[in-house]
Every structure is written in C-alpha cells, then in structure tokens.
C-alpha cells in the first residue's frame, strides 16, 4: 500500500500539482479512490496524508539515522515527494563532504506502469500486484510491458504469476 501510495504521488509531482505547501486535499482523495480500486481497502485523503506524514518523518527526522547509508525501498519517490526539503543539525553534510553511495538501483520503474497494470482485469489484485512490484523493480522490463498490446500482457502477466507459482 506504501509503494502504491508513493508511486502515485510521485506521478502527480511528475505532472507539477504539488505545490510548496505539499498536496492538495483534491489528489489526496483521488490517491484514496485509487487505492480502494485496487486494492478493495477503503481509505479518505486524511489517511493518505497522514501516511505521507509517516513518510516524511522517514525521509528527514534526526532520530532515524539507522537509516544512513541504507537502501530505502521506497527512495525514489520519497525523493520526488519531498525533496524540497534540506538536513539540518549533525545529520546535515556539507558539500564538500563525499556522499557514501553503496548501491544504485532504478526503483522508479515508468511512470505509467501502474495504470497498464491496473488496466488488466483477468487477474487477482494479489497477482497484480506482485507483478507490478516486479515491474517497479525492472523498468527495462517495465517499458517493455507499456509498448504491449492488451494481448501481450495478459500472456506477460499469466507466465509471470505461473513461473512464480501464483496463478490461482
């Protein structure tokens, strides 16, 4: 629910509607209607900002230095979402400072991924959404799955769920 969340804000600051105040109560909502639609959980856009609160926390608070040098799952789009924003205090670095990278990945995935996923009707929402982690995870094979037609990813999305023993 987090990664749908994030990817789907992260998609509206791709389109500019965030503003410097953060989101309006208008894309919360439809961030909560998407999330119901797909995942049946019925959620309101308060939810949905307090959840981006729990995020932020996660993204700039002093206290979560267990997270230095840690792979976030979710990096890429609390990055978008909240990048506004500097460290301050002992956490802060200056720019003089070299950054301790240990690994670079592409969790972004396409933008539109979660759409033609979403597009799909011959599956569980379980089985989608283990397919569009997947896809997040490979944007190569991402962009492969968006140039598809309808056909295509119903046969992409059977032998994925079928090769991981998910096909119900």
């Not at 789907?8 to 500019?16: D, M, Q, R």
Request: net charge negative; glycine share 6%; proline share 2%.
């Amino acid at each position: 629910m987090s990664g749908f969340i994030l990817r789907w804000l992260t998609e509206l600051v791709g389109e500019g509607v965030k503003t410097d105040k953060g989101f309006k109560d208008v894309h919360l909502n439809k961030v909560a209607s998407d999330l119901y639609e797909f995942t049946g959980q019925d959620v309101i856009g308060s939810q949905v900002y307090n959840h981006l609160c729990k995020w932020r926390a996660t993204w700039d608070h002093p206290k979560d230095i267990e997270f230095l040098n840690c792979h976030l799952v979710n990096y890429a789009q609390m990055q978008a979402i909240f990048a506004s924003g500097v460290a301050t205090r002992r956490h802060a670095m200056g720019s003089n400072e070299p950054l301790a990278v240990k690994e670079s990945i592409h969790a972004e995935g396409a933008p539109r991924i979660v759409h033609a996923i979403v597009g799909c009707s011959n599956f569980t929402k379980v089985q989608l959404m283990f397919c569009l982690y997947h896809l997040m995870e490979h944007k190569r094979s991402a962009l492969r799955f968006l140039d598809m037609n309808d056909e295509e990813k119903d046969l992409w999305l059977t032998n994925h769920v079928t090769k991981h023993d998910m096909l119900y």
